[in-house]
């Protein structure tokens, strides 16, 4: 059984910082791209940042490009979203996802496997 934990969210103000950690169990996600989306209260789900199997490839939200960065270490089998320069309008659950594949996708239906989610408030 494949197991994505989120944690790293919380409250913190507008130009703060957060770093949200995603373990997964069950499944090593060496060879297989990861991502992060979020849904803001009252949306849908979006993609906020992917990182392909070897980490040399990634892509953001127009919108996080220059604050956010994905990172992975497969030897500890978890991801990470280094969030820098937070705005309120950053303020979403953050979900985990892993996709069977080597390479990423913007779209959620292309990932198989998702956390439940972290917490992310950012005040003005």
């Known amino acids: 059984q494949v197991q994505l934990v989120e944690s790293g969210g919380g409250l913190v103000q507008a130009g703060g910082s957060l770093r949200l950690s995603c373990e997964v169990s069950?499944?090593?996600?060496?060879?297989?791209?990861m991502g992060w989306f979020r849904q803001p209260p009252g949306k849908e789900r979006e993609f906020v940042a992917a990182?392909?199997?070897?980490?040399?490839?990634?892509d953001y939200l127009d919108s996080v490009k220059g604050r956010f960065t994905i990172t992975r270490d497969d030897a500890k089998n978890t991801v990470y979203l280094q969030m820098n320069s937070l705005k309120p309008e950053d303020t979403a659950n953050y979900y985990c996802?892993?996709?069977?594949?080597?390479?990423?996708?913007?779209?959620?239906?292309?990932?198989?496997?998702w956390g439940q989610g972290t917490q992310v408030t950012v005040s003005s």
């Open positions: 069950g499944r090593t996600i060496y060879s297989n791209a």
């Open positions: 996802a892993f996709r069977t594949a080597r390479e990423i996708e913007l779209y959620s239906t292309e990932y198989q496997y």
């Open positions: 990182i392909n199997w070897s980490g040399h490839t990634s």
